[in-house]
């Protein structure tokens, strides 16, 4: 049975990295190791697209707090642009909470997620807004399967009486992920008690393999393209050289954007 740190939660980009490579979450959340590598070349040109995606959110989030909006960098003018012009649709009611933080129990671990935007009615329905400023969509299908959308709707579900004062099926959730460079585009995941069931046992069925893990070091992913852009392809022997931003595939930009947002607190 892994040892965890103390305080340790699991997130959706903790359970995604162990389904993609077991030592990444070994070294990164129970050894807690600090290896300072780029995750991609040039490093400058991927540390802006990070911090445009910072203040995107940023932004965001002043916005549905009204907090008057100053100072928008000349780069972040399209993305928030296509905010203004084509925000979500058909979110209910008229309560917008950005940045919900929630945690719950299941199958007996402790697992957090936190909401970029959590709009609802009163008694009625709710709906989780995710913002991606990934430069193109991954496919409808890699989202479905993404950690992120199992355990988003399933923890609004099990702690909406503590978070919003009052209960919700899973019927009367959504999921949304909503793209800075496809603002018309966004990918909707309605939910539904077969689909949170469904979850469930996966989610029962990840834990039970984590709990099982015995070796010193855990299994290196097969898959070595995972290792390009992960820093610690040199402590695994697996190549020194950081992968190029322009070879980015929408899918692992997407994987770094989504684990970036775990590790962050915007800040106001
Ligand atoms: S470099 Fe590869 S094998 Fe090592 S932790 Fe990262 S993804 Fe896993």
Not at 168 to 177: A, F, I, N, S
Request: net charge negative.
């Amino acid at each position: 049975m892994p040892t965890y740190p103390p305080i340790f939660q699991f997130s959706q980009s903790s359970l995604q990295d162990f389904t993609e490579c077991q030592r990444r979450f070994q070294l990164r959340y129970l050894l807690q190791q600090q290896w300072p590598a780029p995750i991609a070349e040039p490093i400058e040109e991927f540390e802006h697209a990070d911090q445009l995606g910072r203040l995107f959110h940023l932004n965001v989030e002043r916005y549905w707090l009204e907090v008057p909006l100053e100072h928008i960098p000349p780069s972040l003018l399209t993305w928030m642009g296509a905010f203004f012009d084509h925000p979500p649709q058909d979110l209910p009611g008229e309560i917008r909470r950005p940045e919900v933080r929630t945690s719950a129990l299941v199958h007996g671990q402790r697992v957090t997620a936190t909401f970029d935007l959590l709009a609802y009615e009163e008694d009625g329905r709710a709906v989780i807004v995710d913002w991606k400023t990934n430069h193109k969509k991954p496919m409808r299908s890699y989202l479905d399967r993404r950690l992120q959308t199992i355990l988003y709707p399933l923890l609004l579900v099990l702690t909406a009486e503590q978070l919003i004062g009052f209960p919700l099926r899973p019927e009367d959730v959504t999921l949304v992920y909503w793209f800075a460079n496809a603002p018309e585009e966004p990918e909707v995941f309605t939910y539904s008690q077969a689909r949170f069931e469904q979850d469930m046992d996966y989610l029962g069925a990840l834990f039970a393999r984590i709990e099982a893990m015995t070796d010193d070091v855990w299994p290196l992913t097969p898959d070595v393209r995972k290792c390009r852009y992960c820093e610690f392809r040199s402590l695994c022997d697996r190549g020194r050289e950081a992968g190029a931003v322009d070879e980015l595939d929408d899918e692992a930009q997407f994987d770094i954007e989504s684990a970036a947002e775990d590790q962050d607190e915007y800040v106001l």
